[in-house]
């Protein structure tokens, strides 16, 4: 009998993921027929720091996607029964990384090392030792004299590599779009960021050639307590980042997209309504409130264990219950927004001359106010996305954060927090996991920054 | 003015009762003091007898809402409701999980929470209104620029690598301070000192952004021009007129936080193991002690709402054209 190799799955937050992307294809294919937005998102690519921040998210959004592409694997067939599939989930990301998934250490080891980072005792020898790791510079054998050539070497091919395919993509960028090299480059000067796109992408490439030349012999960013490759749970952070920074904004947006318009145009006791609604829930303190829900989110999770088939389903219902917690409760700003914005529209000539004209009242709201609201929409996306992200770690230390099973820039963090207190110091997760989200942040900063300079009315003049 | 407190005063009261009924549709509708009692039992002991127990030990065991075995006005009082959320109204917040009464635990626990925040509130309004001001002085130089890319970067830092970082720098290598603890009086002083460090650097990055736009939106309105054309110095110009005139859109924004000192930081508390409310609450959150969360929860709202009236005031003092009315 034959089945696939693999049983592919849906995660829901995969399937709300997906739909998302659709999402913003279409609307980038929308814009792209409006002049004003045309010209606005004219304004971000022409900006360098921005299009460099772009380069950087995309290649963090590639790893997120890669990752959101779940499987079961198939377990060895046995005559006459129905294919099995085995219990954990993988994705797609997981199994490129193979490599590091399964080539696990025993313990902590440092960045590169050959040796475990803690003295054991050995069977053959009296004195306790730094025992040899299993991965970990095996290829060097007994010659660990060669450790340090060796390293230097893996980052000089790496460099190389990563330099040659850059090269690669902009020979095929000249055959196949007739690029010019020379004024391609040029960073300063010219009417696009082309630059500062293939520098970025120059930076990535390089940091890629070297990761994978020394990923192959050794563990990048060393190993935590159980003996997992850092670098690899940072890969795997990264999704829990962007989702956390993304469908939070996006659940809450039609809420308060409908309510803000809602209040600021309808006016009257849904007005009063809507506002009392609103503050009220943004008087509660934000991480109180988040910890109040969580902790009763984690009571229903904990009381019907019913509901989900595997730990996956499981952890991934609790990463969307926080998603959905965290956007209830910041819709409140958004929402308080768009009600002013729409007080003013509503006064405009447009407006009136619509209302004059005998158009309804939702006609209105959907066709003159609701476009006109987009930016603010938009500009509170993206700021907000980098908040969250930082939002994530600080809520996982508080211990109202993502399930303990999720690998999170958070999770991450906790863990490796315990072990601060060891002398020497075990600091190789916190870093990677800071820099990461470093990266992530920053670039999702700069390039909200330029969105904001873009679209937002005021700061065009 | 007085009749203006009182009538913002009963303004709360709706938006303090709905805060009151949402902290009960959470902590009692959502779960059933059954399931929480459940879920606190854990797995292997649980028997209705221990639930039983349990409830009766913290109160849960009256009906939710409505008494009916009651008679009278004890068909309202004696239930979960009445005791656990209205009761909150008059400062009486129950006892915690391990027995003490949290309205006392919070007045002994402000104090300390108080000697961190507050410093840090202060000297960090300070340093970052200068570094704007700073900013905004050579605005469109180099200096501007750097320092606006400096902000960006400190604010996409995560704040726990700030009192990580601090705190392994500061008492690990240099042995500078203590890197945890606390004590009452003078001696407090150096357990203070790096907190208070950590939580302005950490917050400068946000702040000195966002008082840069303020002053730089002031800085093209006409009364500017005016007082450069009567030969004023850039000096004069931005301390006595530019920073006056930003203080409407500063305060709305620093004000409310002030009453919100008292509830501590979370995050630092925790780290520094300082007694105060923050670390309260992290405990709470962490033993899934339901009642002092709650309690929490109701605090903090009745604290941000006095900001907002505090704001409304603070406005009648930097603006004499402003009227409360």
Request: with cysteine; net charge positive; proline share 3%.
């Amino acid at each position: 009998m034959m089945g696939l190799a693999v049983q592919p799955m849906l995660l829901w937050s995969d399937v709300l993921l997906f739909v998302m992307i659709a999402v913003i294809v279409a609307l980038l294919i929308w814009a792209r027929r409006q002049d004003a937005l045309r010209s606005a998102w004219g304004r971000v690519a022409k900006n360098r720091v921005a299009m460099a921040a772009a380069t950087v998210l995309a290649v963090f959004v590639l790893i997120g996607l890669l990752d959101s592409l779940h499987y079961r694997a198939r377990l060895d067939d046995r005559a006459g029964t129905a294919a099995q599939y085995a219990v954990e989930v993988h994705s797609a990301l997981d199994a490129l990384l193979s490599q590091l998934r399964l080539r696990g250490e025993k313990t902590y080891s440092a960045p590169l090392a050959t040796h475990l980072f803690s003295r054991e005792a050995l069977e053959n020898s009296e004195q306790r030792e730094f025992p040899r790791l299993k991965h970990g510079g095996a290829h060097l054998g007994t010659d660990l004299a060669a450790h340090e050539n060796d390293i230097a070497l893996r980052l000089l091919l790496g460099a190389a590599g990563g330099l040659a395919l850059w090269l690669l993509l902009l020979a095929a960028l000249h055959r196949r779009y007739g690029v010019v090299f020379k004024p391609a480059l040029k960073v300063g000067a010219g009417e696009t960021a082309s630059g500062a796109v293939l520098y970025t992408l120059l930076a990535i490439f390089t940091l890629f050639g070297i990761a994978v030349a020394l990923g192959g012999g050794y563990h990048v960013f060393g190993t935590d307590k159980v003996g997992q490759d850092v670098l690899y749970l940072s890969l795997k952070s990264i999704r829990t980042g962007l989702l956390i920074g993304t469908l939070t904004t996006l659940i809450m947006l039609p809420l308060a997209v409908l309510l803000g318009i809602l209040a600021g145009y309808v006016g009257g006791w849904v007005d009063d309504i809507i506002q009392y609604l609103y503050t009220t829930l943004s008087s509660i303190p934000g991480v109180l409130l988040i910890a109040a829900a969580v902790l009763m989110m984690q009571v229903v999770i904990d009381t019907h264990p019913e509901w989900f088939a595997t730990t996956a389903e499981r952890a991934d219902a609790r990463l969307l219950a926080l998603c959905l917690i965290l956007g209830m409760t910041s819709w409140t700003g958004v929402a308080r927004l768009l009600r002013g914005e729409t007080l003013k529209l509503r006064e405009l000539e447009f407006v009136q001359a619509a209302q004059s004209f005998g158009v309804g009242r939702f006609a209105i709201m959907r066709r003159h106010i609701l476009p006109n609201l987009m930016h603010i929409v938009l500009i509170a996306l993206v700021m907000d996305f980098s908040g969250l992200v930082l939002a994530e770690a600080v809520l996982s230390y508080v211990g109202v954060g993502v399930d303990p099973t999720t690998i999170s820039f958070g999770t991450m963090i906790n863990t490796a927090r315990m072990e601060l207190a060891r002398e020497p110091m075990v600091w190789w997760s916190l870093v990677a996991a800071f820099g990461f989200m470093f990266a992530l942040v920053l670039a999702a900063n700069l390039f909200a920054d330029a969105v904001r300079d873009a679209f937002d009315p005021r700061s065009s003049a | 003015m007085l009749a203006y407190t009182i009538r913002r005063l009963l303004y709360a009261l709706p938006i303090l009762i709905g805060v009151n009924l949402i902290t009960f549709g959470l902590f009692f509708v959502v779960n059933t003091p059954d399931d929480m009692a459940r879920m606190q039992l854990g797995a292997k002991r649980v028997t209705p007898d221990a639930i039983q127990k349990w409830k009766a030990e913290r109160g849960y065991d009256r009906p939710l809402m409505w008494n009916s075995a009651a008679t009278g006005s004890a068909a309202l009082t004696d239930t979960i409701f009445f005791s656990k959320s209205v009761r909150m109204f008059v400062g009486d917040f129950g006892r915690a999980d391990d027995g003490r009464d949290i309205s006392r635990e919070i007045s002994t626990r402000m104090g300390p929470s108080l000697a961190i925040a507050l410093p840090t509130f202060v000297l960090g309004l300070f340093v970052a209104v200068s570094f704007a001001l700073l900013l905004v002085f050579f605005r469109a130089t180099r200096l501007d620029f750097y320092g606006v890319v400096l902000c960006v970067a400190m604010m996409s830092i995560s704040g726990l690598f700030y009192i990580i970082g601090g705190q392994w720098l500061v008492s690990k290598i240099l042995h500078l301070v203590p890197i945890s603890g606390y004590s009452g009086g003078l001696d407090a002083g150096k357990f203070l000192v790096l907190p208070v460090i950590i939580g302005v650097v950490g917050g400068i990055g946000a702040s000195a952004r966002w008082y840069r736009t303020v002053f730089l939106e002031e800085i093209t309105r006409d009364y500017v021009r005016t007082a450069r054309a009567k030969g004023l110095p850039e000096r004069v110009v931005l301390f006595r007129h530019v920073l006056r005139n930003a203080l409407i859109p500063i305060l709305t924004g620093v004000v409310v936080v002030i009453p919100t000192l008292f509830m501590g930081s979370l995050l630092t508390e925790s780290f520094f193991g300082i007694p105060g409310l923050g670390s309260y609450t992290i405990d709470a959150i962490n033993a899934q002690d339901f009642a002092v969360v709650r309690s929490m929860v109701f605090i903090g709202s009745v604290l941000y709402i006095l900001g907002l009236l505090l704001t409304d005031f603070s406005y009648t003092l930097a603006d004499p054209r402003v009227r409360l009315q």
